[in-house]
């Protein structure tokens, strides 16, 4: 082509302005963060949609690759260091009242995302029994299906899933072992006395 066709082609091409879509990198990486807890440093891995992925610093020796490591098995997708913590994370982590942070829970089920969401009704100082959370997504049979959703609760703190009991009371399991529950649980009692 000679540098008079082109001229055309550039022209055309200038009329083709659209708005810029958002940026490519937040499609392909999640940002991550440590942050301050209740219970102490935590992992918190999040996209544009909201939290996907939180994990306590020291379940993971402190060591952000591990914790890089984790995200990607579950969520096939690397991660960039953040600068800041999406709205409502930080108050949440620290048991504060206020807007909770937005979730992305894409890669649950359907019922996993319901389990997720009716354990987020239970106030801060309550606790509920699986059966109740069952009862509240619709399936009441469904009491150690909703154990399982609670025990692959990939953002708790924020899912607070350690409020979420046996029938008897026991305190059933809990993804981050049962002294952090137990824990969490106390610590949460004591601030509502």
């Known amino acids: 082509m000679t540098a008079h ?3 055309p082609v ?15 990198d937040d499609k392909l990486f999640t940002g991550w963060l440590t942050a301050p807890s209740r219970l102490g440093e935590v ?9 996907q992925f939180v994990r ?10 591990a914790f890089g490591q984790a995200y990607r098995l579950r969520f ?7 600068d800041r913590a999406p709205a409502g994370l930080l108050p949440g982590l620290a048991g504060r009242r206020g807007a909770p942070p ?7 089920s359907g019922f996993e995302r319901d389990v997720l969401g009716a354990t987020r009704t239970i106030p801060v100082g309550e606790t509920r029994p699986y059966g109740w959370v069952a ?24 899912v607070p899933c350690h409020r979420v009991l046996r029938l008897s009371g026991g305190l059933g399991g809990y993804a981050g072992g049962l002294a952090m529950k137990e824990s969490l649980l106390e610590l949460e009692a004591e601030h509502q006395a």
């Open 76 to 82: 096939a997708r690397p991660l960039r260091p953040a």
């Open 56 to 65: 306590s610093t020291a379940s993971l020796d402190g060591d952000p690759a």
């Open 10 to 24: 550039v022209a055309a091409l200038g009329t083709l302005r659209h708005t810029a879509p958002p940026p490519l």
């Open 135 to 158: 009862r509240e997504v619709g399936n009441p049979r469904a009491v150690r299906a909703a154990g399982s959703a609670c025990g692959s609760n990939p953002v708790p703190l924020v």
């Open 43 to 51: 992992f918190v891995a999040f996209t544009p949609d909201g939290v």
């Open 102 to 108: 937005a979730l992305d829970l894409r890669g649950l």
């Open 5 to 7: 066709e082109i001229d």
